[in-house]
């Protein structure tokens, strides 16, 4: 029987959307702290939403190749319980954070395309507590709105958790864990009116359908 598929949410960049989304039975949401992304939230607004929040929820801070010592900063600062990392981030870069971060734990976000092997996850294996696998797209980072071509993940023999984003929507969400069973699911802007502003139709949508694919498979 297949686990529960988990569900972050990410971009969120006000505490109505926050409550809303937790409301709908989401297990972690996602301030992005990068300044180049639409979505970019300060620590300060964020800590103000994180202390409005209820118990049990994760919450994840994304960074782009950001000074460690301001990451550790804003994890203690905002109370982070996850940090992922969406940069050209190396395992040195990666095991140093580890260390100092602990207990957060770290997730490695690596964009997938048709040259992706292996061997790109290898060096973070013993280090980070999963993969994020986004789309690849040249000079994104991430929050590109396209799927990436499902079927080349087993080739990739991930032995850690698989998250999995870029571009999910209601409309293939089902699509999506029926092909890669992940741990998790990222979803942003498949369900966004606007960079930065959830649209909880479209969120509450794509939630029932997680369910009931899960029940199913």
Not at 7 to 16: E, F, R, S
Not at 35 to 49: G, T
Not at 191 to 216: C, H, M, N, Y
């Amino acid at each position: 029987m297949h686990s529960r598929t988990r569900i972050k949410v990410c971009g969120i960049t006000n505490a109505d959307d926050a409550i809303a989304a937790i409301n709908l039975g989401v297990d972690a949401i996602g301030f992005i702290f990068a300044e180049s992304s639409p979505r970019y939230i300060s620590p300060e607004d964020a800590k103000e939403i994180v202390a409005d929040l209820p118990p049990f929820i994760h919450i994840v801070g994304v960074f782009v190749d950001k000074d460690p010592v301001e990451i550790e900063e804003i994890i203690d600062y905002c109370g982070l319980t996850h940090v992922q990392l969406h940069g050209s981030e190396d395992a040195e870069y990666c095991a140093k954070l580890a260390q100092n971060a602990n207990p957060c734990m770290l997730i490695k976000a690596i964009r997938v395309g048709s040259s992706s092997k292996a061997e790109d996850f290898t060096p973070y294996q013993d280090i980070v507590k999963g993969f994020l696998l986004d789309t690849f797209v040249e000079g994104q980072e991430g929050g590109t709105g396209k799927t990436f071509d499902w079927a080349m993940i087993e080739s990739l023999d991930l032995k850690l958790p698989v998250i999995l984003a870029g571009g999910l929507t209601p409309e293939n969400i089902s699509d999506a864990i029926r092909a890669v069973r992940p741990f998790a699911v990222d979803v942003n802007s498949g369900v966004e009116r606007e960079p930065g502003r959830k649209d909880i139709d479209k969120l509450e949508a794509l939630v029932k359908q997680v369910i009931s694919t899960d029940l199913a498979v």
